[in-house]
């Protein structure tokens, strides 16, 4: 039984301490927040959980076996930090630090120590993400041409970091995923609509290895909340839409074929679409946040590191970021991804 203290009992934290509590293998033994409202609502659904205002009671428990900081983005490093060096597994959320040199001094750490660290890249728990990487990889879908990313909805707003840093985070560790692989650069806008000084909208375009463009639209400021992802491949194209309640995935049986039958005296050629059926293939429900946190207690069982989601899958989200946002501070120059 892997005893979990949650750091962060806002929005999110609350989902955290869920399902360590729902988990066979885990318990939801403490959880922190500065705020004495949220700590009694936690208390009311969870009466044996112990709640402290002063999360250095769940560092100092050597009941504790794991932290979930699910704190605000710019407490994240500090948190984990001394969470590993009180000698407890962490699973951080999304993104793992505001620098990729705190993202690689954490990786080290945990190393050292012999700890478990994990992002909270939740996406590449989602089965509609993990069906489209089996696909990927299967190599039915063919070469990929492009992919684009959808995020936007209308708040919920953040005060400490824009929009791009609060939700292409989830794009770009699904991307990174599909792909098996970093963007090699990008080039970006974002603006400011609203009265505050972050950026609500960001429109981002990754360059990726094998030719394969990325873009990526988030906005906190948009009429429709979307969660999709279009991939387009030489033998098919795919759509995930990730709050379609018939299926997640429609798969488009479409491409396009060269063909020079009526033009062979010229040597030129036609371009001729091909259109087969659309398909929903069946899959599995799950919530990924659950098969995340398996996951993480699986690691710690078994002494492994959590490979889909370590210290360096957040490196790499967290590098692309910070290239996107100096694009964007150039508008739109051409930046590489260190
Ligand atoms: N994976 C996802 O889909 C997803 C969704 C939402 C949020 N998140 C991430 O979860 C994290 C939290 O987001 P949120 O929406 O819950 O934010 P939030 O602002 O609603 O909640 C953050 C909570 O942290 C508490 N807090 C701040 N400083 C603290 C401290 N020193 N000690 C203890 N508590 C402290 C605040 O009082 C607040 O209740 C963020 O990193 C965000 O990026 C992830």
């Not at 066979?24 to 033994?29: A, C, I, Q, T, W």
């Not at 993104?95 to 620098?99: D, F, I, Q, V």
């Not at 953040?158 to 970091?161: A, L, S």
């Given at each position: 039984m892997i005893k979990v203290g949650t750091i962060g009992c806002g929005h999110w934290g609350p989902n955290h301490i869920r399902v360590f509590a729902q988990l066979?293998?885990?318990?939801?033994?403490m959880c922190a927040d500065l705020d004495e409202k949220r700590l009694n609502q936690i208390k009311d659904l969870y009466p044996n959980i112990e709640t402290t205002k002063d999360y250095n009671d769940i560092l100092n428990n050597p009941d504790v076996d794991a932290v979930c900081v699910s704190a605000p983005t710019n407490h994240h490093y500090e948190m984990t930090r001394q969470s590993l060096n009180a000698g407890k597994h962490v699973i951080c959320e999304k993104?793992?630090?505001?620098?990729v040199k705190e993202c690689e001094d954490l990786k080290a750490l945990a190393r050292e120590k012999n700890l478990v660290l994990m992002v909270g890249h939740v996406f590449v728990f989602n089965p509609g993400i993990i069906w489209l990487k089996k696909y990927i990889d299967s190599g039915e879908l063919g070469r990929i041409h492009y992919a684009y990313a959808t995020r936007t909805n209308l708040g919920p707003f953040?005060?400490?970091?824009n929009a791009l840093w609060d939700l292409a985070p989830h794009d770009i560790s699904i991307f990174n995923y599909l792909f098996d692989s970093k963007p090699m650069n990008v080039s970006a806008r974002g603006q400011i609509c609203l009265d505050h000084s972050l950026e609500d909208l960001a429109f981002a375009t990754l360059e990726y290895p094998d030719k394969i463009m990325a873009n990526i639209h988030v906005s906190w400021l948009d009429p429709k909340k979307v969660r999709q992802i279009t991939i387009v491949g030489d033998k098919k194209m795919v759509v995930w839409d990730d709050l379609d309640n018939i299926g997640p995935i429609k798969l488009y049986d479409k491409h396009v074929e060269k063909t020079s039958s009526f033009y062979s005296t010229y040597g030129e050629f036609q371009l001729l679409s091909k259109e087969g059926s659309i398909t929903i293939p069946k899959i599995g429900f799950g919530e990924p946040l659950k098969a995340q946190a398996q996951y993480f207690l699986d690691c710690i069982a078994q002494s492994q590191g959590p490979d889909v989601a370590d210290a360096q899958k957040g490196a790499d989200v967290v590098a692309t970021l910070h290239a996107i946002q100096e694009s964007m501070d150039q508008k739109g120059s051409h930046v590489n991804v260190a």
């Open positions: 066979p293998g885990s318990e939801s033994l993104p793992l630090s505001l620098s953040r005060y400490d970091v």
